[in-house]
């Protein structure tokens, strides 16, 4: 713990929470997207869930969303979430059991669940190699961890924004947006924290507001401001939120003169150490070639065809 990193004010994160689970259904629609795209995923795996965590639920997307998969994919499903008042949302709204817990420590104990899920709520975990061993823990042998987190992309237009509006307001700038994951080290996190098969792809979800205010707005209701450590702790000025608000309609509105948000979504999956689970094979240690089971034409490389 001497060695902890501390990026994300943790308690504050969880007032952000408490304030924004009253009207969170006024601005949760990128929450219910990712959380149908989450379980899209989830309806590809063939196999069904008997004991199920949501981590991270915030009001029950997830559980919205697992409404619409085939009778018994899902059994019991545990909705928990960083806000007590988030949970007692969730529970209210799905009528399924929810229960404040923080996802950097983990009230489950080994090999609890076959499957946990979680929808935009990592991307604020201090340790997320920690969080992922103890994930793995929590899930049975062979159990699924699916996931679905910002990334580095995310927020880059308002990033910048702020960026260049307080260097010329106030003669530097202090960090306004989250660092988020980058894609290439989140599946290396998953074989860390030891899962089995360990995927890692994104897309991108763009949404365009005729002002940057009402996606300041947005984040604010979704209790996603910033909550770094290092934030500015004094109130911004007026005049540089002006001049942020001007360099990102001039930098990035499209032709229709909307604002662009872009949102990277990372999706991890991992498995649960198991026997008899599908194992990658030895570099080199193939034995039927790819140029035949395409049938191309394979060139070495270095060579070259062709007239010289």
């Known amino acids: 713990m001497a060695d902890r990193i501390e990026v994300f004010d943790r308690q ?22 990712v959380a149908t795209r989450l379980v899209d995923r989830l309806s590809d795996i063939r196999r069904d869930f008997p ?15 697992v409404k619409h998969l085939p009778a018994g994919k899902i059994g019991a499903l545990v909705q928990a979430d960083l806000s007590p008042r988030m949970a007692a949302t969730a529970r209210d ?13 983990l009230p489950f104990g080994d090999a609890s669940f076959d499957l946990i899920i979680s929808c935009a709520s990592l991307h604020h975990v201090n340790d997320l190699p920690g969080a992922l061993v103890q994930i793995q823990r929590a899930l ?9 987190l910002f990334g580095g992309a995310t927020l880059t237009e308002l990033r910048q924004a702020w960026l260049a509006a307080e260097t010329a307001q106030e003669g530097g700038a202090s960090p306004r947006v989250a660092p988020f994951a980058d894609l ?9 924290a030891g899962f089995a098969l360990p995927v890692a792809d994104s897309d991108t979800i763009t949404v365009t507001y005729d002002n940057p205010l009402k996606l ?5 209701g979704m209790g996603e401001t910033n909550a770094l450590i290092e934030r500015r702790r004094t109130p911004t000025r007026r005049a540089t939120l002006m001049a942020a608000v001007e360099h990102y309609m001039a930098q990035f509105a499209g032709g229709d003169g909307r604002a662009p948000a872009t949102f990277q979504i990372i999706y991890l999956t991992g498995w649960a150490p198991a026997a008899g689970q599908p194992q990658a094979l030895r570099p080199g240690s193939a034995t039927t070639r790819l140029a035949d089971a395409l049938d191309a034409f394979e060139q070495p490389a270095g060579e070259k065809t062709g007239p010289h």
Do not use: S, W, Y
Request: glycine share 6%; hydrophobic share 50%.
């Open 12 to 33: 504050l994160l969880r007032q952000r929470r408490e304030r924004a689970a009253a009207t969170l259904d006024a601005h949760d629609f990128l929450f219910a997207e």
């Open 184 to 192: 290439r080290d989140a599946a290396d996190l998953l074989q860390r």
């Open 93 to 105: 709204q799905t009528g399924l059991p929810a229960i404040a817990a923080d996802e950097e420590f």
């Open 140 to 148: 049975k042998p062979d159990g699924v961890f699916l996931a679905a």
């Open 51 to 65: 004991h199920a965590l949501d981590l991270g639920c915030h009001t029950g997307f997830v559980a919205q969303a």
């Open 216 to 220: 300041m707005a947005d984040l604010r």
